[in-house]
């Protein structure tokens, strides 16, 4: 490229000295022929001519050989783009390989715990698999023992001596229960006086014609000595379980009751706290489907001696006698158990058994809602004017709804395993509108006079 460049540029001078040559050469010689000097001429021309081609193909060059250098550029640009981008997801990769590190090593860290945790589980499982051992060889020894008592017969001395025991401890036994009926009395007659001291104490605060007679009263009413009260055994039937309980019968278990203006029919009693309670509602185990009628609702169904529904008739029957005590136990699938107490009252069957509650007590937050007529509502009768919902259809079983609130005793039984939100919905279960969720393993409903 250099050399063509050059040759260009020392031509016309070389031309140039050529003619002036020439010229002078003819202007000494002044004999030279016409000829010679067009031929030179001639010579010329062809020169600038190839000259001129030659120029013009070097512009052509010139042309292609920038458009190349553009085309190198470009593909420059482009390539060291792509390196940059590259640098970029090295780096990235970089970044992830060591979180990725990061990770492992933990992962490494957690299944150290976890052995040394399956470590403890396995001594653990030993450890009571050993005491499993020790309990059968100690249940063994005892049967062992067992069958040499009932093989042995014991002497008449023996005998004499055990049936005074047995006698001896009745007598105790009996001692025992009249006392705990005397100190019930006595807390019920000692509930009612400090009610008449509230209320009079309530009327003292207020100014009023009678505020001398209520001090006195109260005085009097404090300075009165403890009453012992006695129930008198009656011969008729028995209106409900706390009735049976006074009359002597001291185990739970099923009996016939007749409250007034009713026929008699067979409830379950519970003998517990010095009295005993008619229980209208018991789950277990989920061996029986409350997803049921209002027919069966209003009757009853399932086995007084394992799950069952008492029935609304029997239930309002046995209310209607006088003021009760709403009670509901609670247990979860972690064991553990809950208690709630309701003052209540129950309509008929003209009021569609309407249900309205007063907390007074409890270790669990209240999630019935108060002072509020609540309707009975089952799949085939929504009686539920509040909401379009219908409550008892989508939640299984019959219940006093009240806009779908997160209570149902009458539900599906589900078990923890259950998956979704919805399924456990339609489950067992006991929640406060705010307070944790219960999902519950067994459920208990029973009633108690007041008085």
């Not at 490229?1 to 002036?20: D, S, Y």
């Not at 052995?115 to 020894?141: A, F, P, T």
């Not at 055990?162 to 036994?173: C, M, T, Y």
């Amino acid at each position: 490229m250099k050399i063509i460049l050059a040759f260009l540029f020392i031509a016309p001078f070389a031309l140039a000295a050529r003619v002036e040559k020439d010229y002078f050469s003819a202007d000494s010689a002044a004999s030279h022929e016409m000829k010679s000097r067009f031929a030179m001429l001639d010579d010329v021309r062809i020169l600038a001519n190839g000259l001129l081609q030659l120029g013009h193909g070097l512009k052509d060059f010139v042309h292609k050989t920038k458009g190349q250098m553009n085309d190198i550029f470009q593909k420059l640009y482009i390539f060291d783009r792509s390196f940059y981008e590259l640098s970029l997801q090295t780096s990235e990769i970089k970044e992830e390989e060591e979180q990725l590190r990061q990770t492992t090593a933990r992962l490494q860290i957690n299944n150290e715990e976890i052995k040394n945790l399956s470590q403890e589980m396995n001594l653990k499982i030993e450890d009571l698999i050993q005491n499993k051992i020790q309990l059968q060889e100690k249940v063994w020894g005892l049967e062992d023992k067992v069958t040499k008592l009932a093989i042995i017969q014991p002497s008449t001395q023996e005998t004499k001596e055990i049936s005074s025991l047995r006698a001896f401890v009745e007598q105790q036994d009996n001692d025992i229960k009249h006392l705990l009926k005397t100190v019930e009395d006595q807390h019920m007659q000692l509930d009612r006086q400090h009610n008449q001291i509230l209320e009079l104490e309530d009327k003292v605060q207020e100014p009023s014609l009678f505020l001398f007679a209520s001090l006195i009263t109260l005085i009097e009413l404090r300075a009165q000595p403890f009453i012992w009260v006695r129930h008198p055994l009656v011969h008729s039937a028995a209106p409900d379980c706390t009735a049976l309980y006074h009359r002597g019968e001291q185990l739970s278990g099923v009996y016939t009751i007749k409250p007034k203006g009713s026929e008699a029919f067979s409830v379950y009693c519970e003998m517990k706290f010095g009295t005993a309670w008619t229980v209208i509602q018991n789950r277990v185990d989920g061996s029986l489907d409350f997803n049921q009628t209002w027919d069966a609702y209003t009757n009853g169904f399932g086995d007084l001696n394992e799950e069952f529904w008492l029935g609304l008739n029997k239930t309002y029957s046995i209310t209607r006698q006088g003021n009760y005590i709403l009670r509901i136990e609670l247990q979860d699938w972690k064991e553990n158990k809950r208690h709630i107490e309701y003052l209540f009252s129950l309509g008929g069957s003209n009021t569609n058994y309407t249900l309205q509650l007063s907390r007074i007590s409890g270790s669990i937050p209240n999630a019935l809602p108060e002072q509020t007529q609540l309707r009975f509502s089952t799949p085939d009768r929504n009686v539920d004017t509040i909401s379009d919902f219908n409550c008892p259809e989508n939640y299984l079983g019959g219940w006093w709804h009240s806009e779908c609130e997160e209570t149902n005793l009458n539900g599906k039984y589900v078990t923890p395993r259950s998956r979704g939100r919805l399924d456990r919905r339609k489950g067992l279960y006991w929640k406060p509108k705010k307070g944790r969720y219960y999902l519950l393993k067994s459920t208990k409903i029973m009633i108690h006079p007041t008085d």
